[in-house]
């Protein structure tokens, strides 16, 4: 039997309203989401300090010195649908008995919003994903780039006399970028 266009059903995706492309015939849309993995432990920067969250403060998340105690995060891994160039994951912590996950805003601003990560998440980019790479070859130690804003990754910053974590730019081979995770 000989079909001719007239007769084929072209449509093979459709926009709703929350501007999420969706596929027939269950085709996967771009997203992540959610794994049942997740990488548990204490975060140590170039300075051997430790990543310490305070939600509730302007200055949320600051590196303390060693010896004190230290703060447990969740790096959750999530699946992805399209091509990235590391692991997808977000950072949550819980604080006062109440968790939170790490966010970004457009201008490269980092905050602690309350509740847990989402399951899934829509599109390529996103305020609450961070590729995980290698630092370098050989290295056991990583960095993290923004999903938002691909030349952006989390790093260490003097600010007012503190350590703070940032988003920066990335120029080049920087080890204010480079950050430990051990296992607690």
């Known amino acids: 039997m000989e079909v001719t266009a007239v007769e084929m059903d072209f449509e093979l995706c459709r926009i709703v309203e929350d501007g999420i492309l969706y596929f027939k015939d269950n085709l996967q849309t771009d997203s992540w989401k959610k794994s049942d993995l997740a990488i548990t432990g204490s975060i140590k920067n170039i300075f051997n300090q430790w990543l310490e969250a305070h939600p509730d ?8 010195e060693p010896g004190s105690d230290t703060q447990t995060f969740e790096l959750q891994l999530y699946k992805t649908t399209s091509f ?12 006062k008995g109440v968790k939170y996950h790490l966010c970004c805003t457009e201008d490269m601003k980092l ?10 998440i829509a599109g ?17 130690c990583f960095k993290f780039q923004s999903s938002l804003q691909a030349d952006y990754y989390l790093a260490v910053s003097d600010e007012g006399g503190k350590q703070k974590l940032v988003l920066q730019k990335c120029k ?13």
């Open 57 to 64: 403060e302007p200055d949320g998340v600051i590196f303390t």
């Open 84 to 95: 990235s160039d590391g692991v997808s994951v977000a950072f949550s912590v819980k604080y």
């Open 111 to 120: 905050y602690f919003k309350k509740g847990d990560c989402p399951e899934t």
């Open 124 to 140: 390529t980019c996103s305020n609450i994903i961070f590729f995980q790479k290698q630092f370098s070859d050989g290295d056991d």
């Open 172 to 184: 080049g081979f920087n080890e204010k970028q480079k950050f430990d995770i051990r296992s607690t």
